[in-house]
């Protein structure tokens, strides 16, 4: 990790993070102050990939043993998110980085009972542009669900 | 409306209607036992589409103000997905369809302050596998966001 990211994550006891804002955010996915929220921490894992682990509330199901679409899509975007803003190059803002595009695969049902892992990591960055790629995979590392997507930094206005 | 398709939904008295199994789906986005979900209705609308409207909870949000990108693929998912459902060859089982690809772009912040109008109509068929379009739209008709969609309908396993 560059200097440049260690600046904008706060890192806990057990090795996962969250970036900067989160601690005071109220999103849906990432917020840690949305009681309602699923609370995303990460973690970096090998070859350049973030992820993200988590037990999805049983109210949040599509048909009753999955994880519903547009969940699953949350956490992806989430976890693309992240990787996004950590992909930025060096010596970039910490202005957010918001989707622009973001195309899901349903491979394979998401099963409810189990924790949720999902993954994502850079793919290629021009400027403020950058694209990821991101899934969510079973315990066996099969893929359940694969996206790409494309981000792009916001330019903070000025003073 | 053939009579295939009005057999499978339950209209009430203003108009909207829900597909009958989500009288009572715990669905996070369209099932009316989920007393934490979205409980989304839909109504046919002009040209083919059909349309939900809904006040999202604040909980929902991804930046302060915005309905968070997943919750926008919930709620276009589940719009496609009617019009899925409802768009099946006369004649056809009414086995649910399910997502197979979702490709959304993200064009303007969609308020959480308002209403969120979204709307879908199917734009190919070939047997069980069903192509939808989708947006969500503001008050003035401007696209905030737009979706293609791919859908295959279950096979019921022998009895």
């Known amino acids: 990790m560059t200097d440049d990211r260690a600046d904008r994550i706060r890192r806990g006891d057990d090795g996962t993070f969250v970036v900067d804002r989160s601690l005071v955010s109220n999103c849906f996915g990432c917020g840690q102050a949305n009681e309602q929220g699923l609370r995303l921490r990460f973690r970096e894992v090998d070859d350049g990939w973030v992820e993200t682990r988590v037990r999805v509330p049983?109210?949040?199901?599509?048909?009753?043993?999955v994880v519903h679409g547009g969940i699953q899509a949350t956490i992806l975007d989430e976890v693309c998110g992240v990787a996004a803003q950590l992909g930025l190059p060096p010596g970039s803002t910490d202005d957010p980085c918001v989707t622009a595009e973001l195309s899901?695969?349903?491979?394979?049902?998401?099963p409810i009972a189990d924790d949720v892992v999902a993954q994502?990591?850079?793919?290629g960055v021009e400027g403020r542009r950058i694209s990821v790629e991101g899934r969510i995979v079973s315990p066996d590392g099969e893929v359940l669900t694969a996206v790409t997507s494309r981000w792009a930094q916001l330019v903070r206005p000025p003073a």
Do not use: I, S
């Open 120 to 123: 994502a990591r850079v793919t």
């Open 104 to 110: 899901l695969r349903y491979q394979r049902p998401v």
């Open 58 to 65: 049983r109210h949040l199901c599509g048909m009753d043993t």
